[in-house]
């Protein structure tokens, strides 16, 4: 089956952590990925990701927070809540993130976990990405 969707982390991965501006290539990623007509899922634990993503002109079909998904990050359940929400399997949906807490929801669920690597460049599991 082919990848229909991501999850992609919001702070650090997206979003520079100290201006909150968008991550250098991140709006043309975004513009690629929508090209290639993938569902895109943004996921944030922190309070007010809707203000952030909406102030960084980040488009999303989807925005995951613990309070829509019922769990932290860490859980499958974030996988889980974007796969039903999208209809699709999680063997259709792919993760990008800068942490464990990303890796762990990914590893959970059981789908393939990138780490951002402009973001966490030392972090140890998942597939590196270094742009």
Known sequence: MAVKAIILDLDGTLLNKSNGLPQPGVLQMIDDLQAAELKLAIASNRP??????????????????PGLVGAKKGSPLWVWKACDTFSIDPNEILYLGDDELDMRSASHARIIYFNAGWSNPDYPYGIPVTE
């Open 48 to 65: 007010g990701a809707a203000t952030k993503i909406s102030a960084a002109g980040l488009p999303a079909d989807l925005v995951l927070t």
